[in-house]
């Protein structure tokens, strides 16, 4: 196993709620993404694309073969990196993804990052379960590898994955290029660091079950349980952690089932005590996104993305596929061409301050929060006055109460975004 130190940054938590745990006929998506405490995670807008047939695309390490058309993606990433932790497309898939390790070795060659399937897949993909494919494929003709993180360590792991679409759920576990997955069509789940598929599998590889008897760690007449199959014996210190995550995750959906909505699963996502909402050693939780996806096609999706670190104290802004989407700026780092360090070789022997607009104003803002109490509380009294009001606009929007033109809708997110700034100003 390729690491780095006792304290990798190897934690995050996906939940999902479909119907009928969640309040309203709609599927329920949000991440926390945990990582290094200074890595600067972007917002990316992304339109639908035509390209060439048989051109190549350039992910974060290696290239791959481009398909002919592209959807729509909107990208919460680390802006180092090609790929990114969670997102979501046009036609209302979401995917977030996890680091695990398994009995499966890592390597450290370069191959595709797991956030660079993430955003292939919500490129190719109209459905979940395509995504799982997409996926899928990938990792048979690519592999998946190579430095996890902004480092000239290197630190390396595999990956699962939750897929979300307006109708139901998957979770996709891997190892190395093995993989099962999990189908969910209703009630609430979440995943951490850990694999969690035991033997309700819905589709698999087709050599997973041959290669773990080829290994010894299965016997071919016990019940086949992927978790406890693949798991490593002894996990390292960031796994075996994340089980009390995964404890605490499942209960506090369980005490909402039925209830839950956007507000809810907010809520979860800044739970401190739990650990869920990461503030410990060299990382935390860096963004964090929360996604209704109506059942009625006919509504639009509402994709909630904070772009700053420490959910209990960031905004999640709205943002909606529209004629009016656009990238907006103050989310978006500086890039450095050919000259960053991500891609000059050896690679990260330098660094480079990737800090967007909102990123910096955020950072002054948490520093008058902890200096100055009073300011701070107004500071964040202001932050959740701004999300209620987003809030509140998806309610009414889904509720058919408000029917603003497409432009005004695609503008939501930079207007917020807008907004959000000046209580930084």
Known sequence: MASSGPDPPCSCDCFVSV?????????????????????????????????????????TYIEVEQVSKTHAVILSRPSWLWGAEMGANEHGVCIGNEAVWTKEPVGEGEALLGMDLLRLALERSSSAQEAVHV?????????????????????????????????????????????????????????????????????????????????????????FDFAQVFSLTQQPVRMEAAKARVRAGQELLQQQQGDITAEVMMGILRNKESGICMDSGGFRTTASMVSILPRDPTQPCVHFLTATPDPSRSVFKPFIFGVGAAQAPQVLSPTFGAQDPARTLPRFHTQVDRRHTLYRGHQVALGLMESEQGRGQQLQQKQRDLEQEGLEAARRLLAGEWTPPPQELGGLFQAFVERESQVYA
């Open 135 to 223: 996926i899928t494929g990938l990792l048979e003709r690519y592999g998946q590898g190579g430095r996890c993180r902004e480092d000239p360590t290197p630190f390396c792991y595999h990956n699962t994955f939750l897929l979300a679409d307006r109708t139901e759920a998957w979770v996709l576990e891997t190892a190395g290029r093995l993989w099962a997955a999990q189908r969910i069509q209703e009630g609430a789940r979440n995943i951490s660091n850990q694999l969690s598929i035991g033997t309700d599998i819905s589709a698999e590889h087709p050599e997973l079950r041959t290669h773990a008897r080829a290994q010894g760690w299965w016997g071919g007449q016990s019940t």
């Open 19 to 59: 119907p009928p745990a969640s309040a309203i006929p709609a599927v329920i998506f949000a991440k926390n993404s945990d990582r290094p405490r200074d890595e600067v995670q972007e917002v990316v807008f992304i339109p639908a694309g035509t390209h060439i047939p048989g051109s190549q695309l350039q992910c």
